[in-house]
């Protein structure tokens, strides 16, 4: 497909648990961005990869937190340790270049559900 | 501390009317604004955006106004038709940050027919 893939599209996990969330961006994108939208609220920042180094990991609330993209590609969020405050829909987002005038596209969403 | 707000969680509108989402903003140091657009189960899609160098873009239906004294803008849609019905979010992103973009918490638009 021509846009931005997210898998799984949902997933359930009991508390303390390790998930991991992936993310295929769009072919040739270099930028790569997570986002976590939690109920009524808009995403919210976790971390911006340019290639395959983390140029901005400002955004993860915690060490249980960590995101990898070892070729430039493909990113997977990892979290640790699940807490029931973690539920929340995943959002993964490219972009051709990094910058302003080139827009973010964002996949479909992993919702993940702590119990 | 929200950077952006907007305070009104929904709206409704009648088709073929004008529909008009407001955003403030309180950090003086975005340069670039965004409109996405989300349906349910669906990521955000990019709608329409302004640089703070100008105060109005134009695509179609939709306008984008800023007013930076006010640190205000809004996205206008005219006329307004069912399948706009979704949830509309401001975002901004910040000079010499990493590009990433800070939302608003968002308006449900809902276009009657």
């Known amino acids: 497909g021509a846009g931005v893939s997210q898998t799984p599209s949902n997933k359930v996990t009991e508390k303390g648990k390790y998930v991991e969330l992936r993310c295929d961006p769009i072919?040739?994108?270099?930028?790569l961005y997570w986002y976590r939208q939690s109920l009524g609220q808009g995403p919210e920042f976790l971390i911006y990869?340019?290639?395959?180094?983390?140029?901005?990991d400002s955004g993860l609330p915690n060490d249980r937190f960590f995101a990898v993209r070892p070729e430039g590609s493909v990113s997977t969020l990892k979290i640790q340790r699940t807490e029931r405050g973690d539920s929340a829909v995943y959002l993964c987002?490219?972009?051709?270049?990094?910058?302003?005038?080139?827009?973010?596209?964002f996949g479909p969403g992993t919702r993940l559900t702590v119990l | 501390d929200q950077q952006v707000k907007q305070n009104s969680p929904s709206l409704s509108v009648q088709e073929g009317r004008i529909s008009i989402l407001n955003c403030d903003y309180t950090?003086?140091?975005?340069?670039?604004f965004l409109w996405y657009k989300k349906y349910p189960a669906e990521g955000p899609t990019f709608l329409i955006s302004?640089?703070?160098?100008?105060d109005k873009n134009e695509d179609g239906r939709f306008t984008v106004f800023l007013n930076k004294s006010a640190k205000h803008l809004s996205l206008h849609i005219v006329p307004s038709q069912p399948g706009d019905s979704a949830v509309y979010f401001c975002?901004?992103?910040?000079?010499?940050?990493?590009?990433?973009?800070?939302f608003g918490s968002g308006t449900r638009l809902l276009v009657r027919p």
């Open positions: 987002a490219s972009s051709l270049l990094p910058g302003a005038s080139n827009e973010q596209f």
């Open positions: 072919s040739g994108h270099t930028a």
């Open positions: 990869f340019q290639g395959t180094g983390a140029a901005d």
């Open positions: 950090n003086s140091m975005f340069d670039y």
């Open positions: 302004i640089s703070s160098i100008k």
């Open positions: 975002a901004a992103r910040q000079v010499d940050s990493s590009y990433k973009l800070i």
